[in-house]
Nanobody
Framework: QVQLVESGGGLVQAGGSLRLSCAASISVSSFSINVMGWYRQAPGKQRELVATITSRGSTNIVDSVKGRFTISRDNAKNTVDLQMNSLKPEDTGVYYC????????????WGQGTQVTVSS
């Protein structure tokens, strides 16, 4: 019903930039996407929210990346991007695309994850 395809991960030196992109493919009619965003999971740690954005453009960004990461969304294309600047080694982890949406009630959907590695 919902397929999330992520791209843009990789290896970068500290201080560098990466841009993550996620495209949601919806095969269900009358499906509404409410929230799109990104979570990440560092080795040995729990998955944590990085940034989300609603269909109206309201954002929620974790304090540790504020001022460095920017989230954007294209409602017409069902895509969400995460521009990551001034990357730090502690930003290393697997980044997961996230969508909350549905027809009558909302469900959570996850991408397979893309690795981001920041070297010091």
């Amino acid at each position: 019903q919902v397929q999330l395809v992520e791209s843009g991960g990789g290896l970068v030196q500290a201080g560098g930039s990466l841009r993550l992109s996620c495209a949601a493919s919806i095969s269900v009619s009358s499906f509404s996407i409410n929230v799109m965003g990104w979570y990440r999971q560092a080795p040995g740690k729990q998955r944590e929210l990085v940034a989300t954005i609603t269909s109206r453009g309201s954002t929620n960004i974790v304090d540790s990346v504020k001022g460095r990461f920017t989230i954007s969304r294209d409602n017409a294309k069902n895509t969400v991007d995460l521009q990551m600047n001034s990357l730090k080694p502690e930003d290393t982890g697997v980044y997961y695309c996230y969508v909350r949406g549905g027809r009558i009630s909302y469900n959570d959907y996850w991408g397979q994850g893309t690795q981001v590695t920041v070297s010091s």
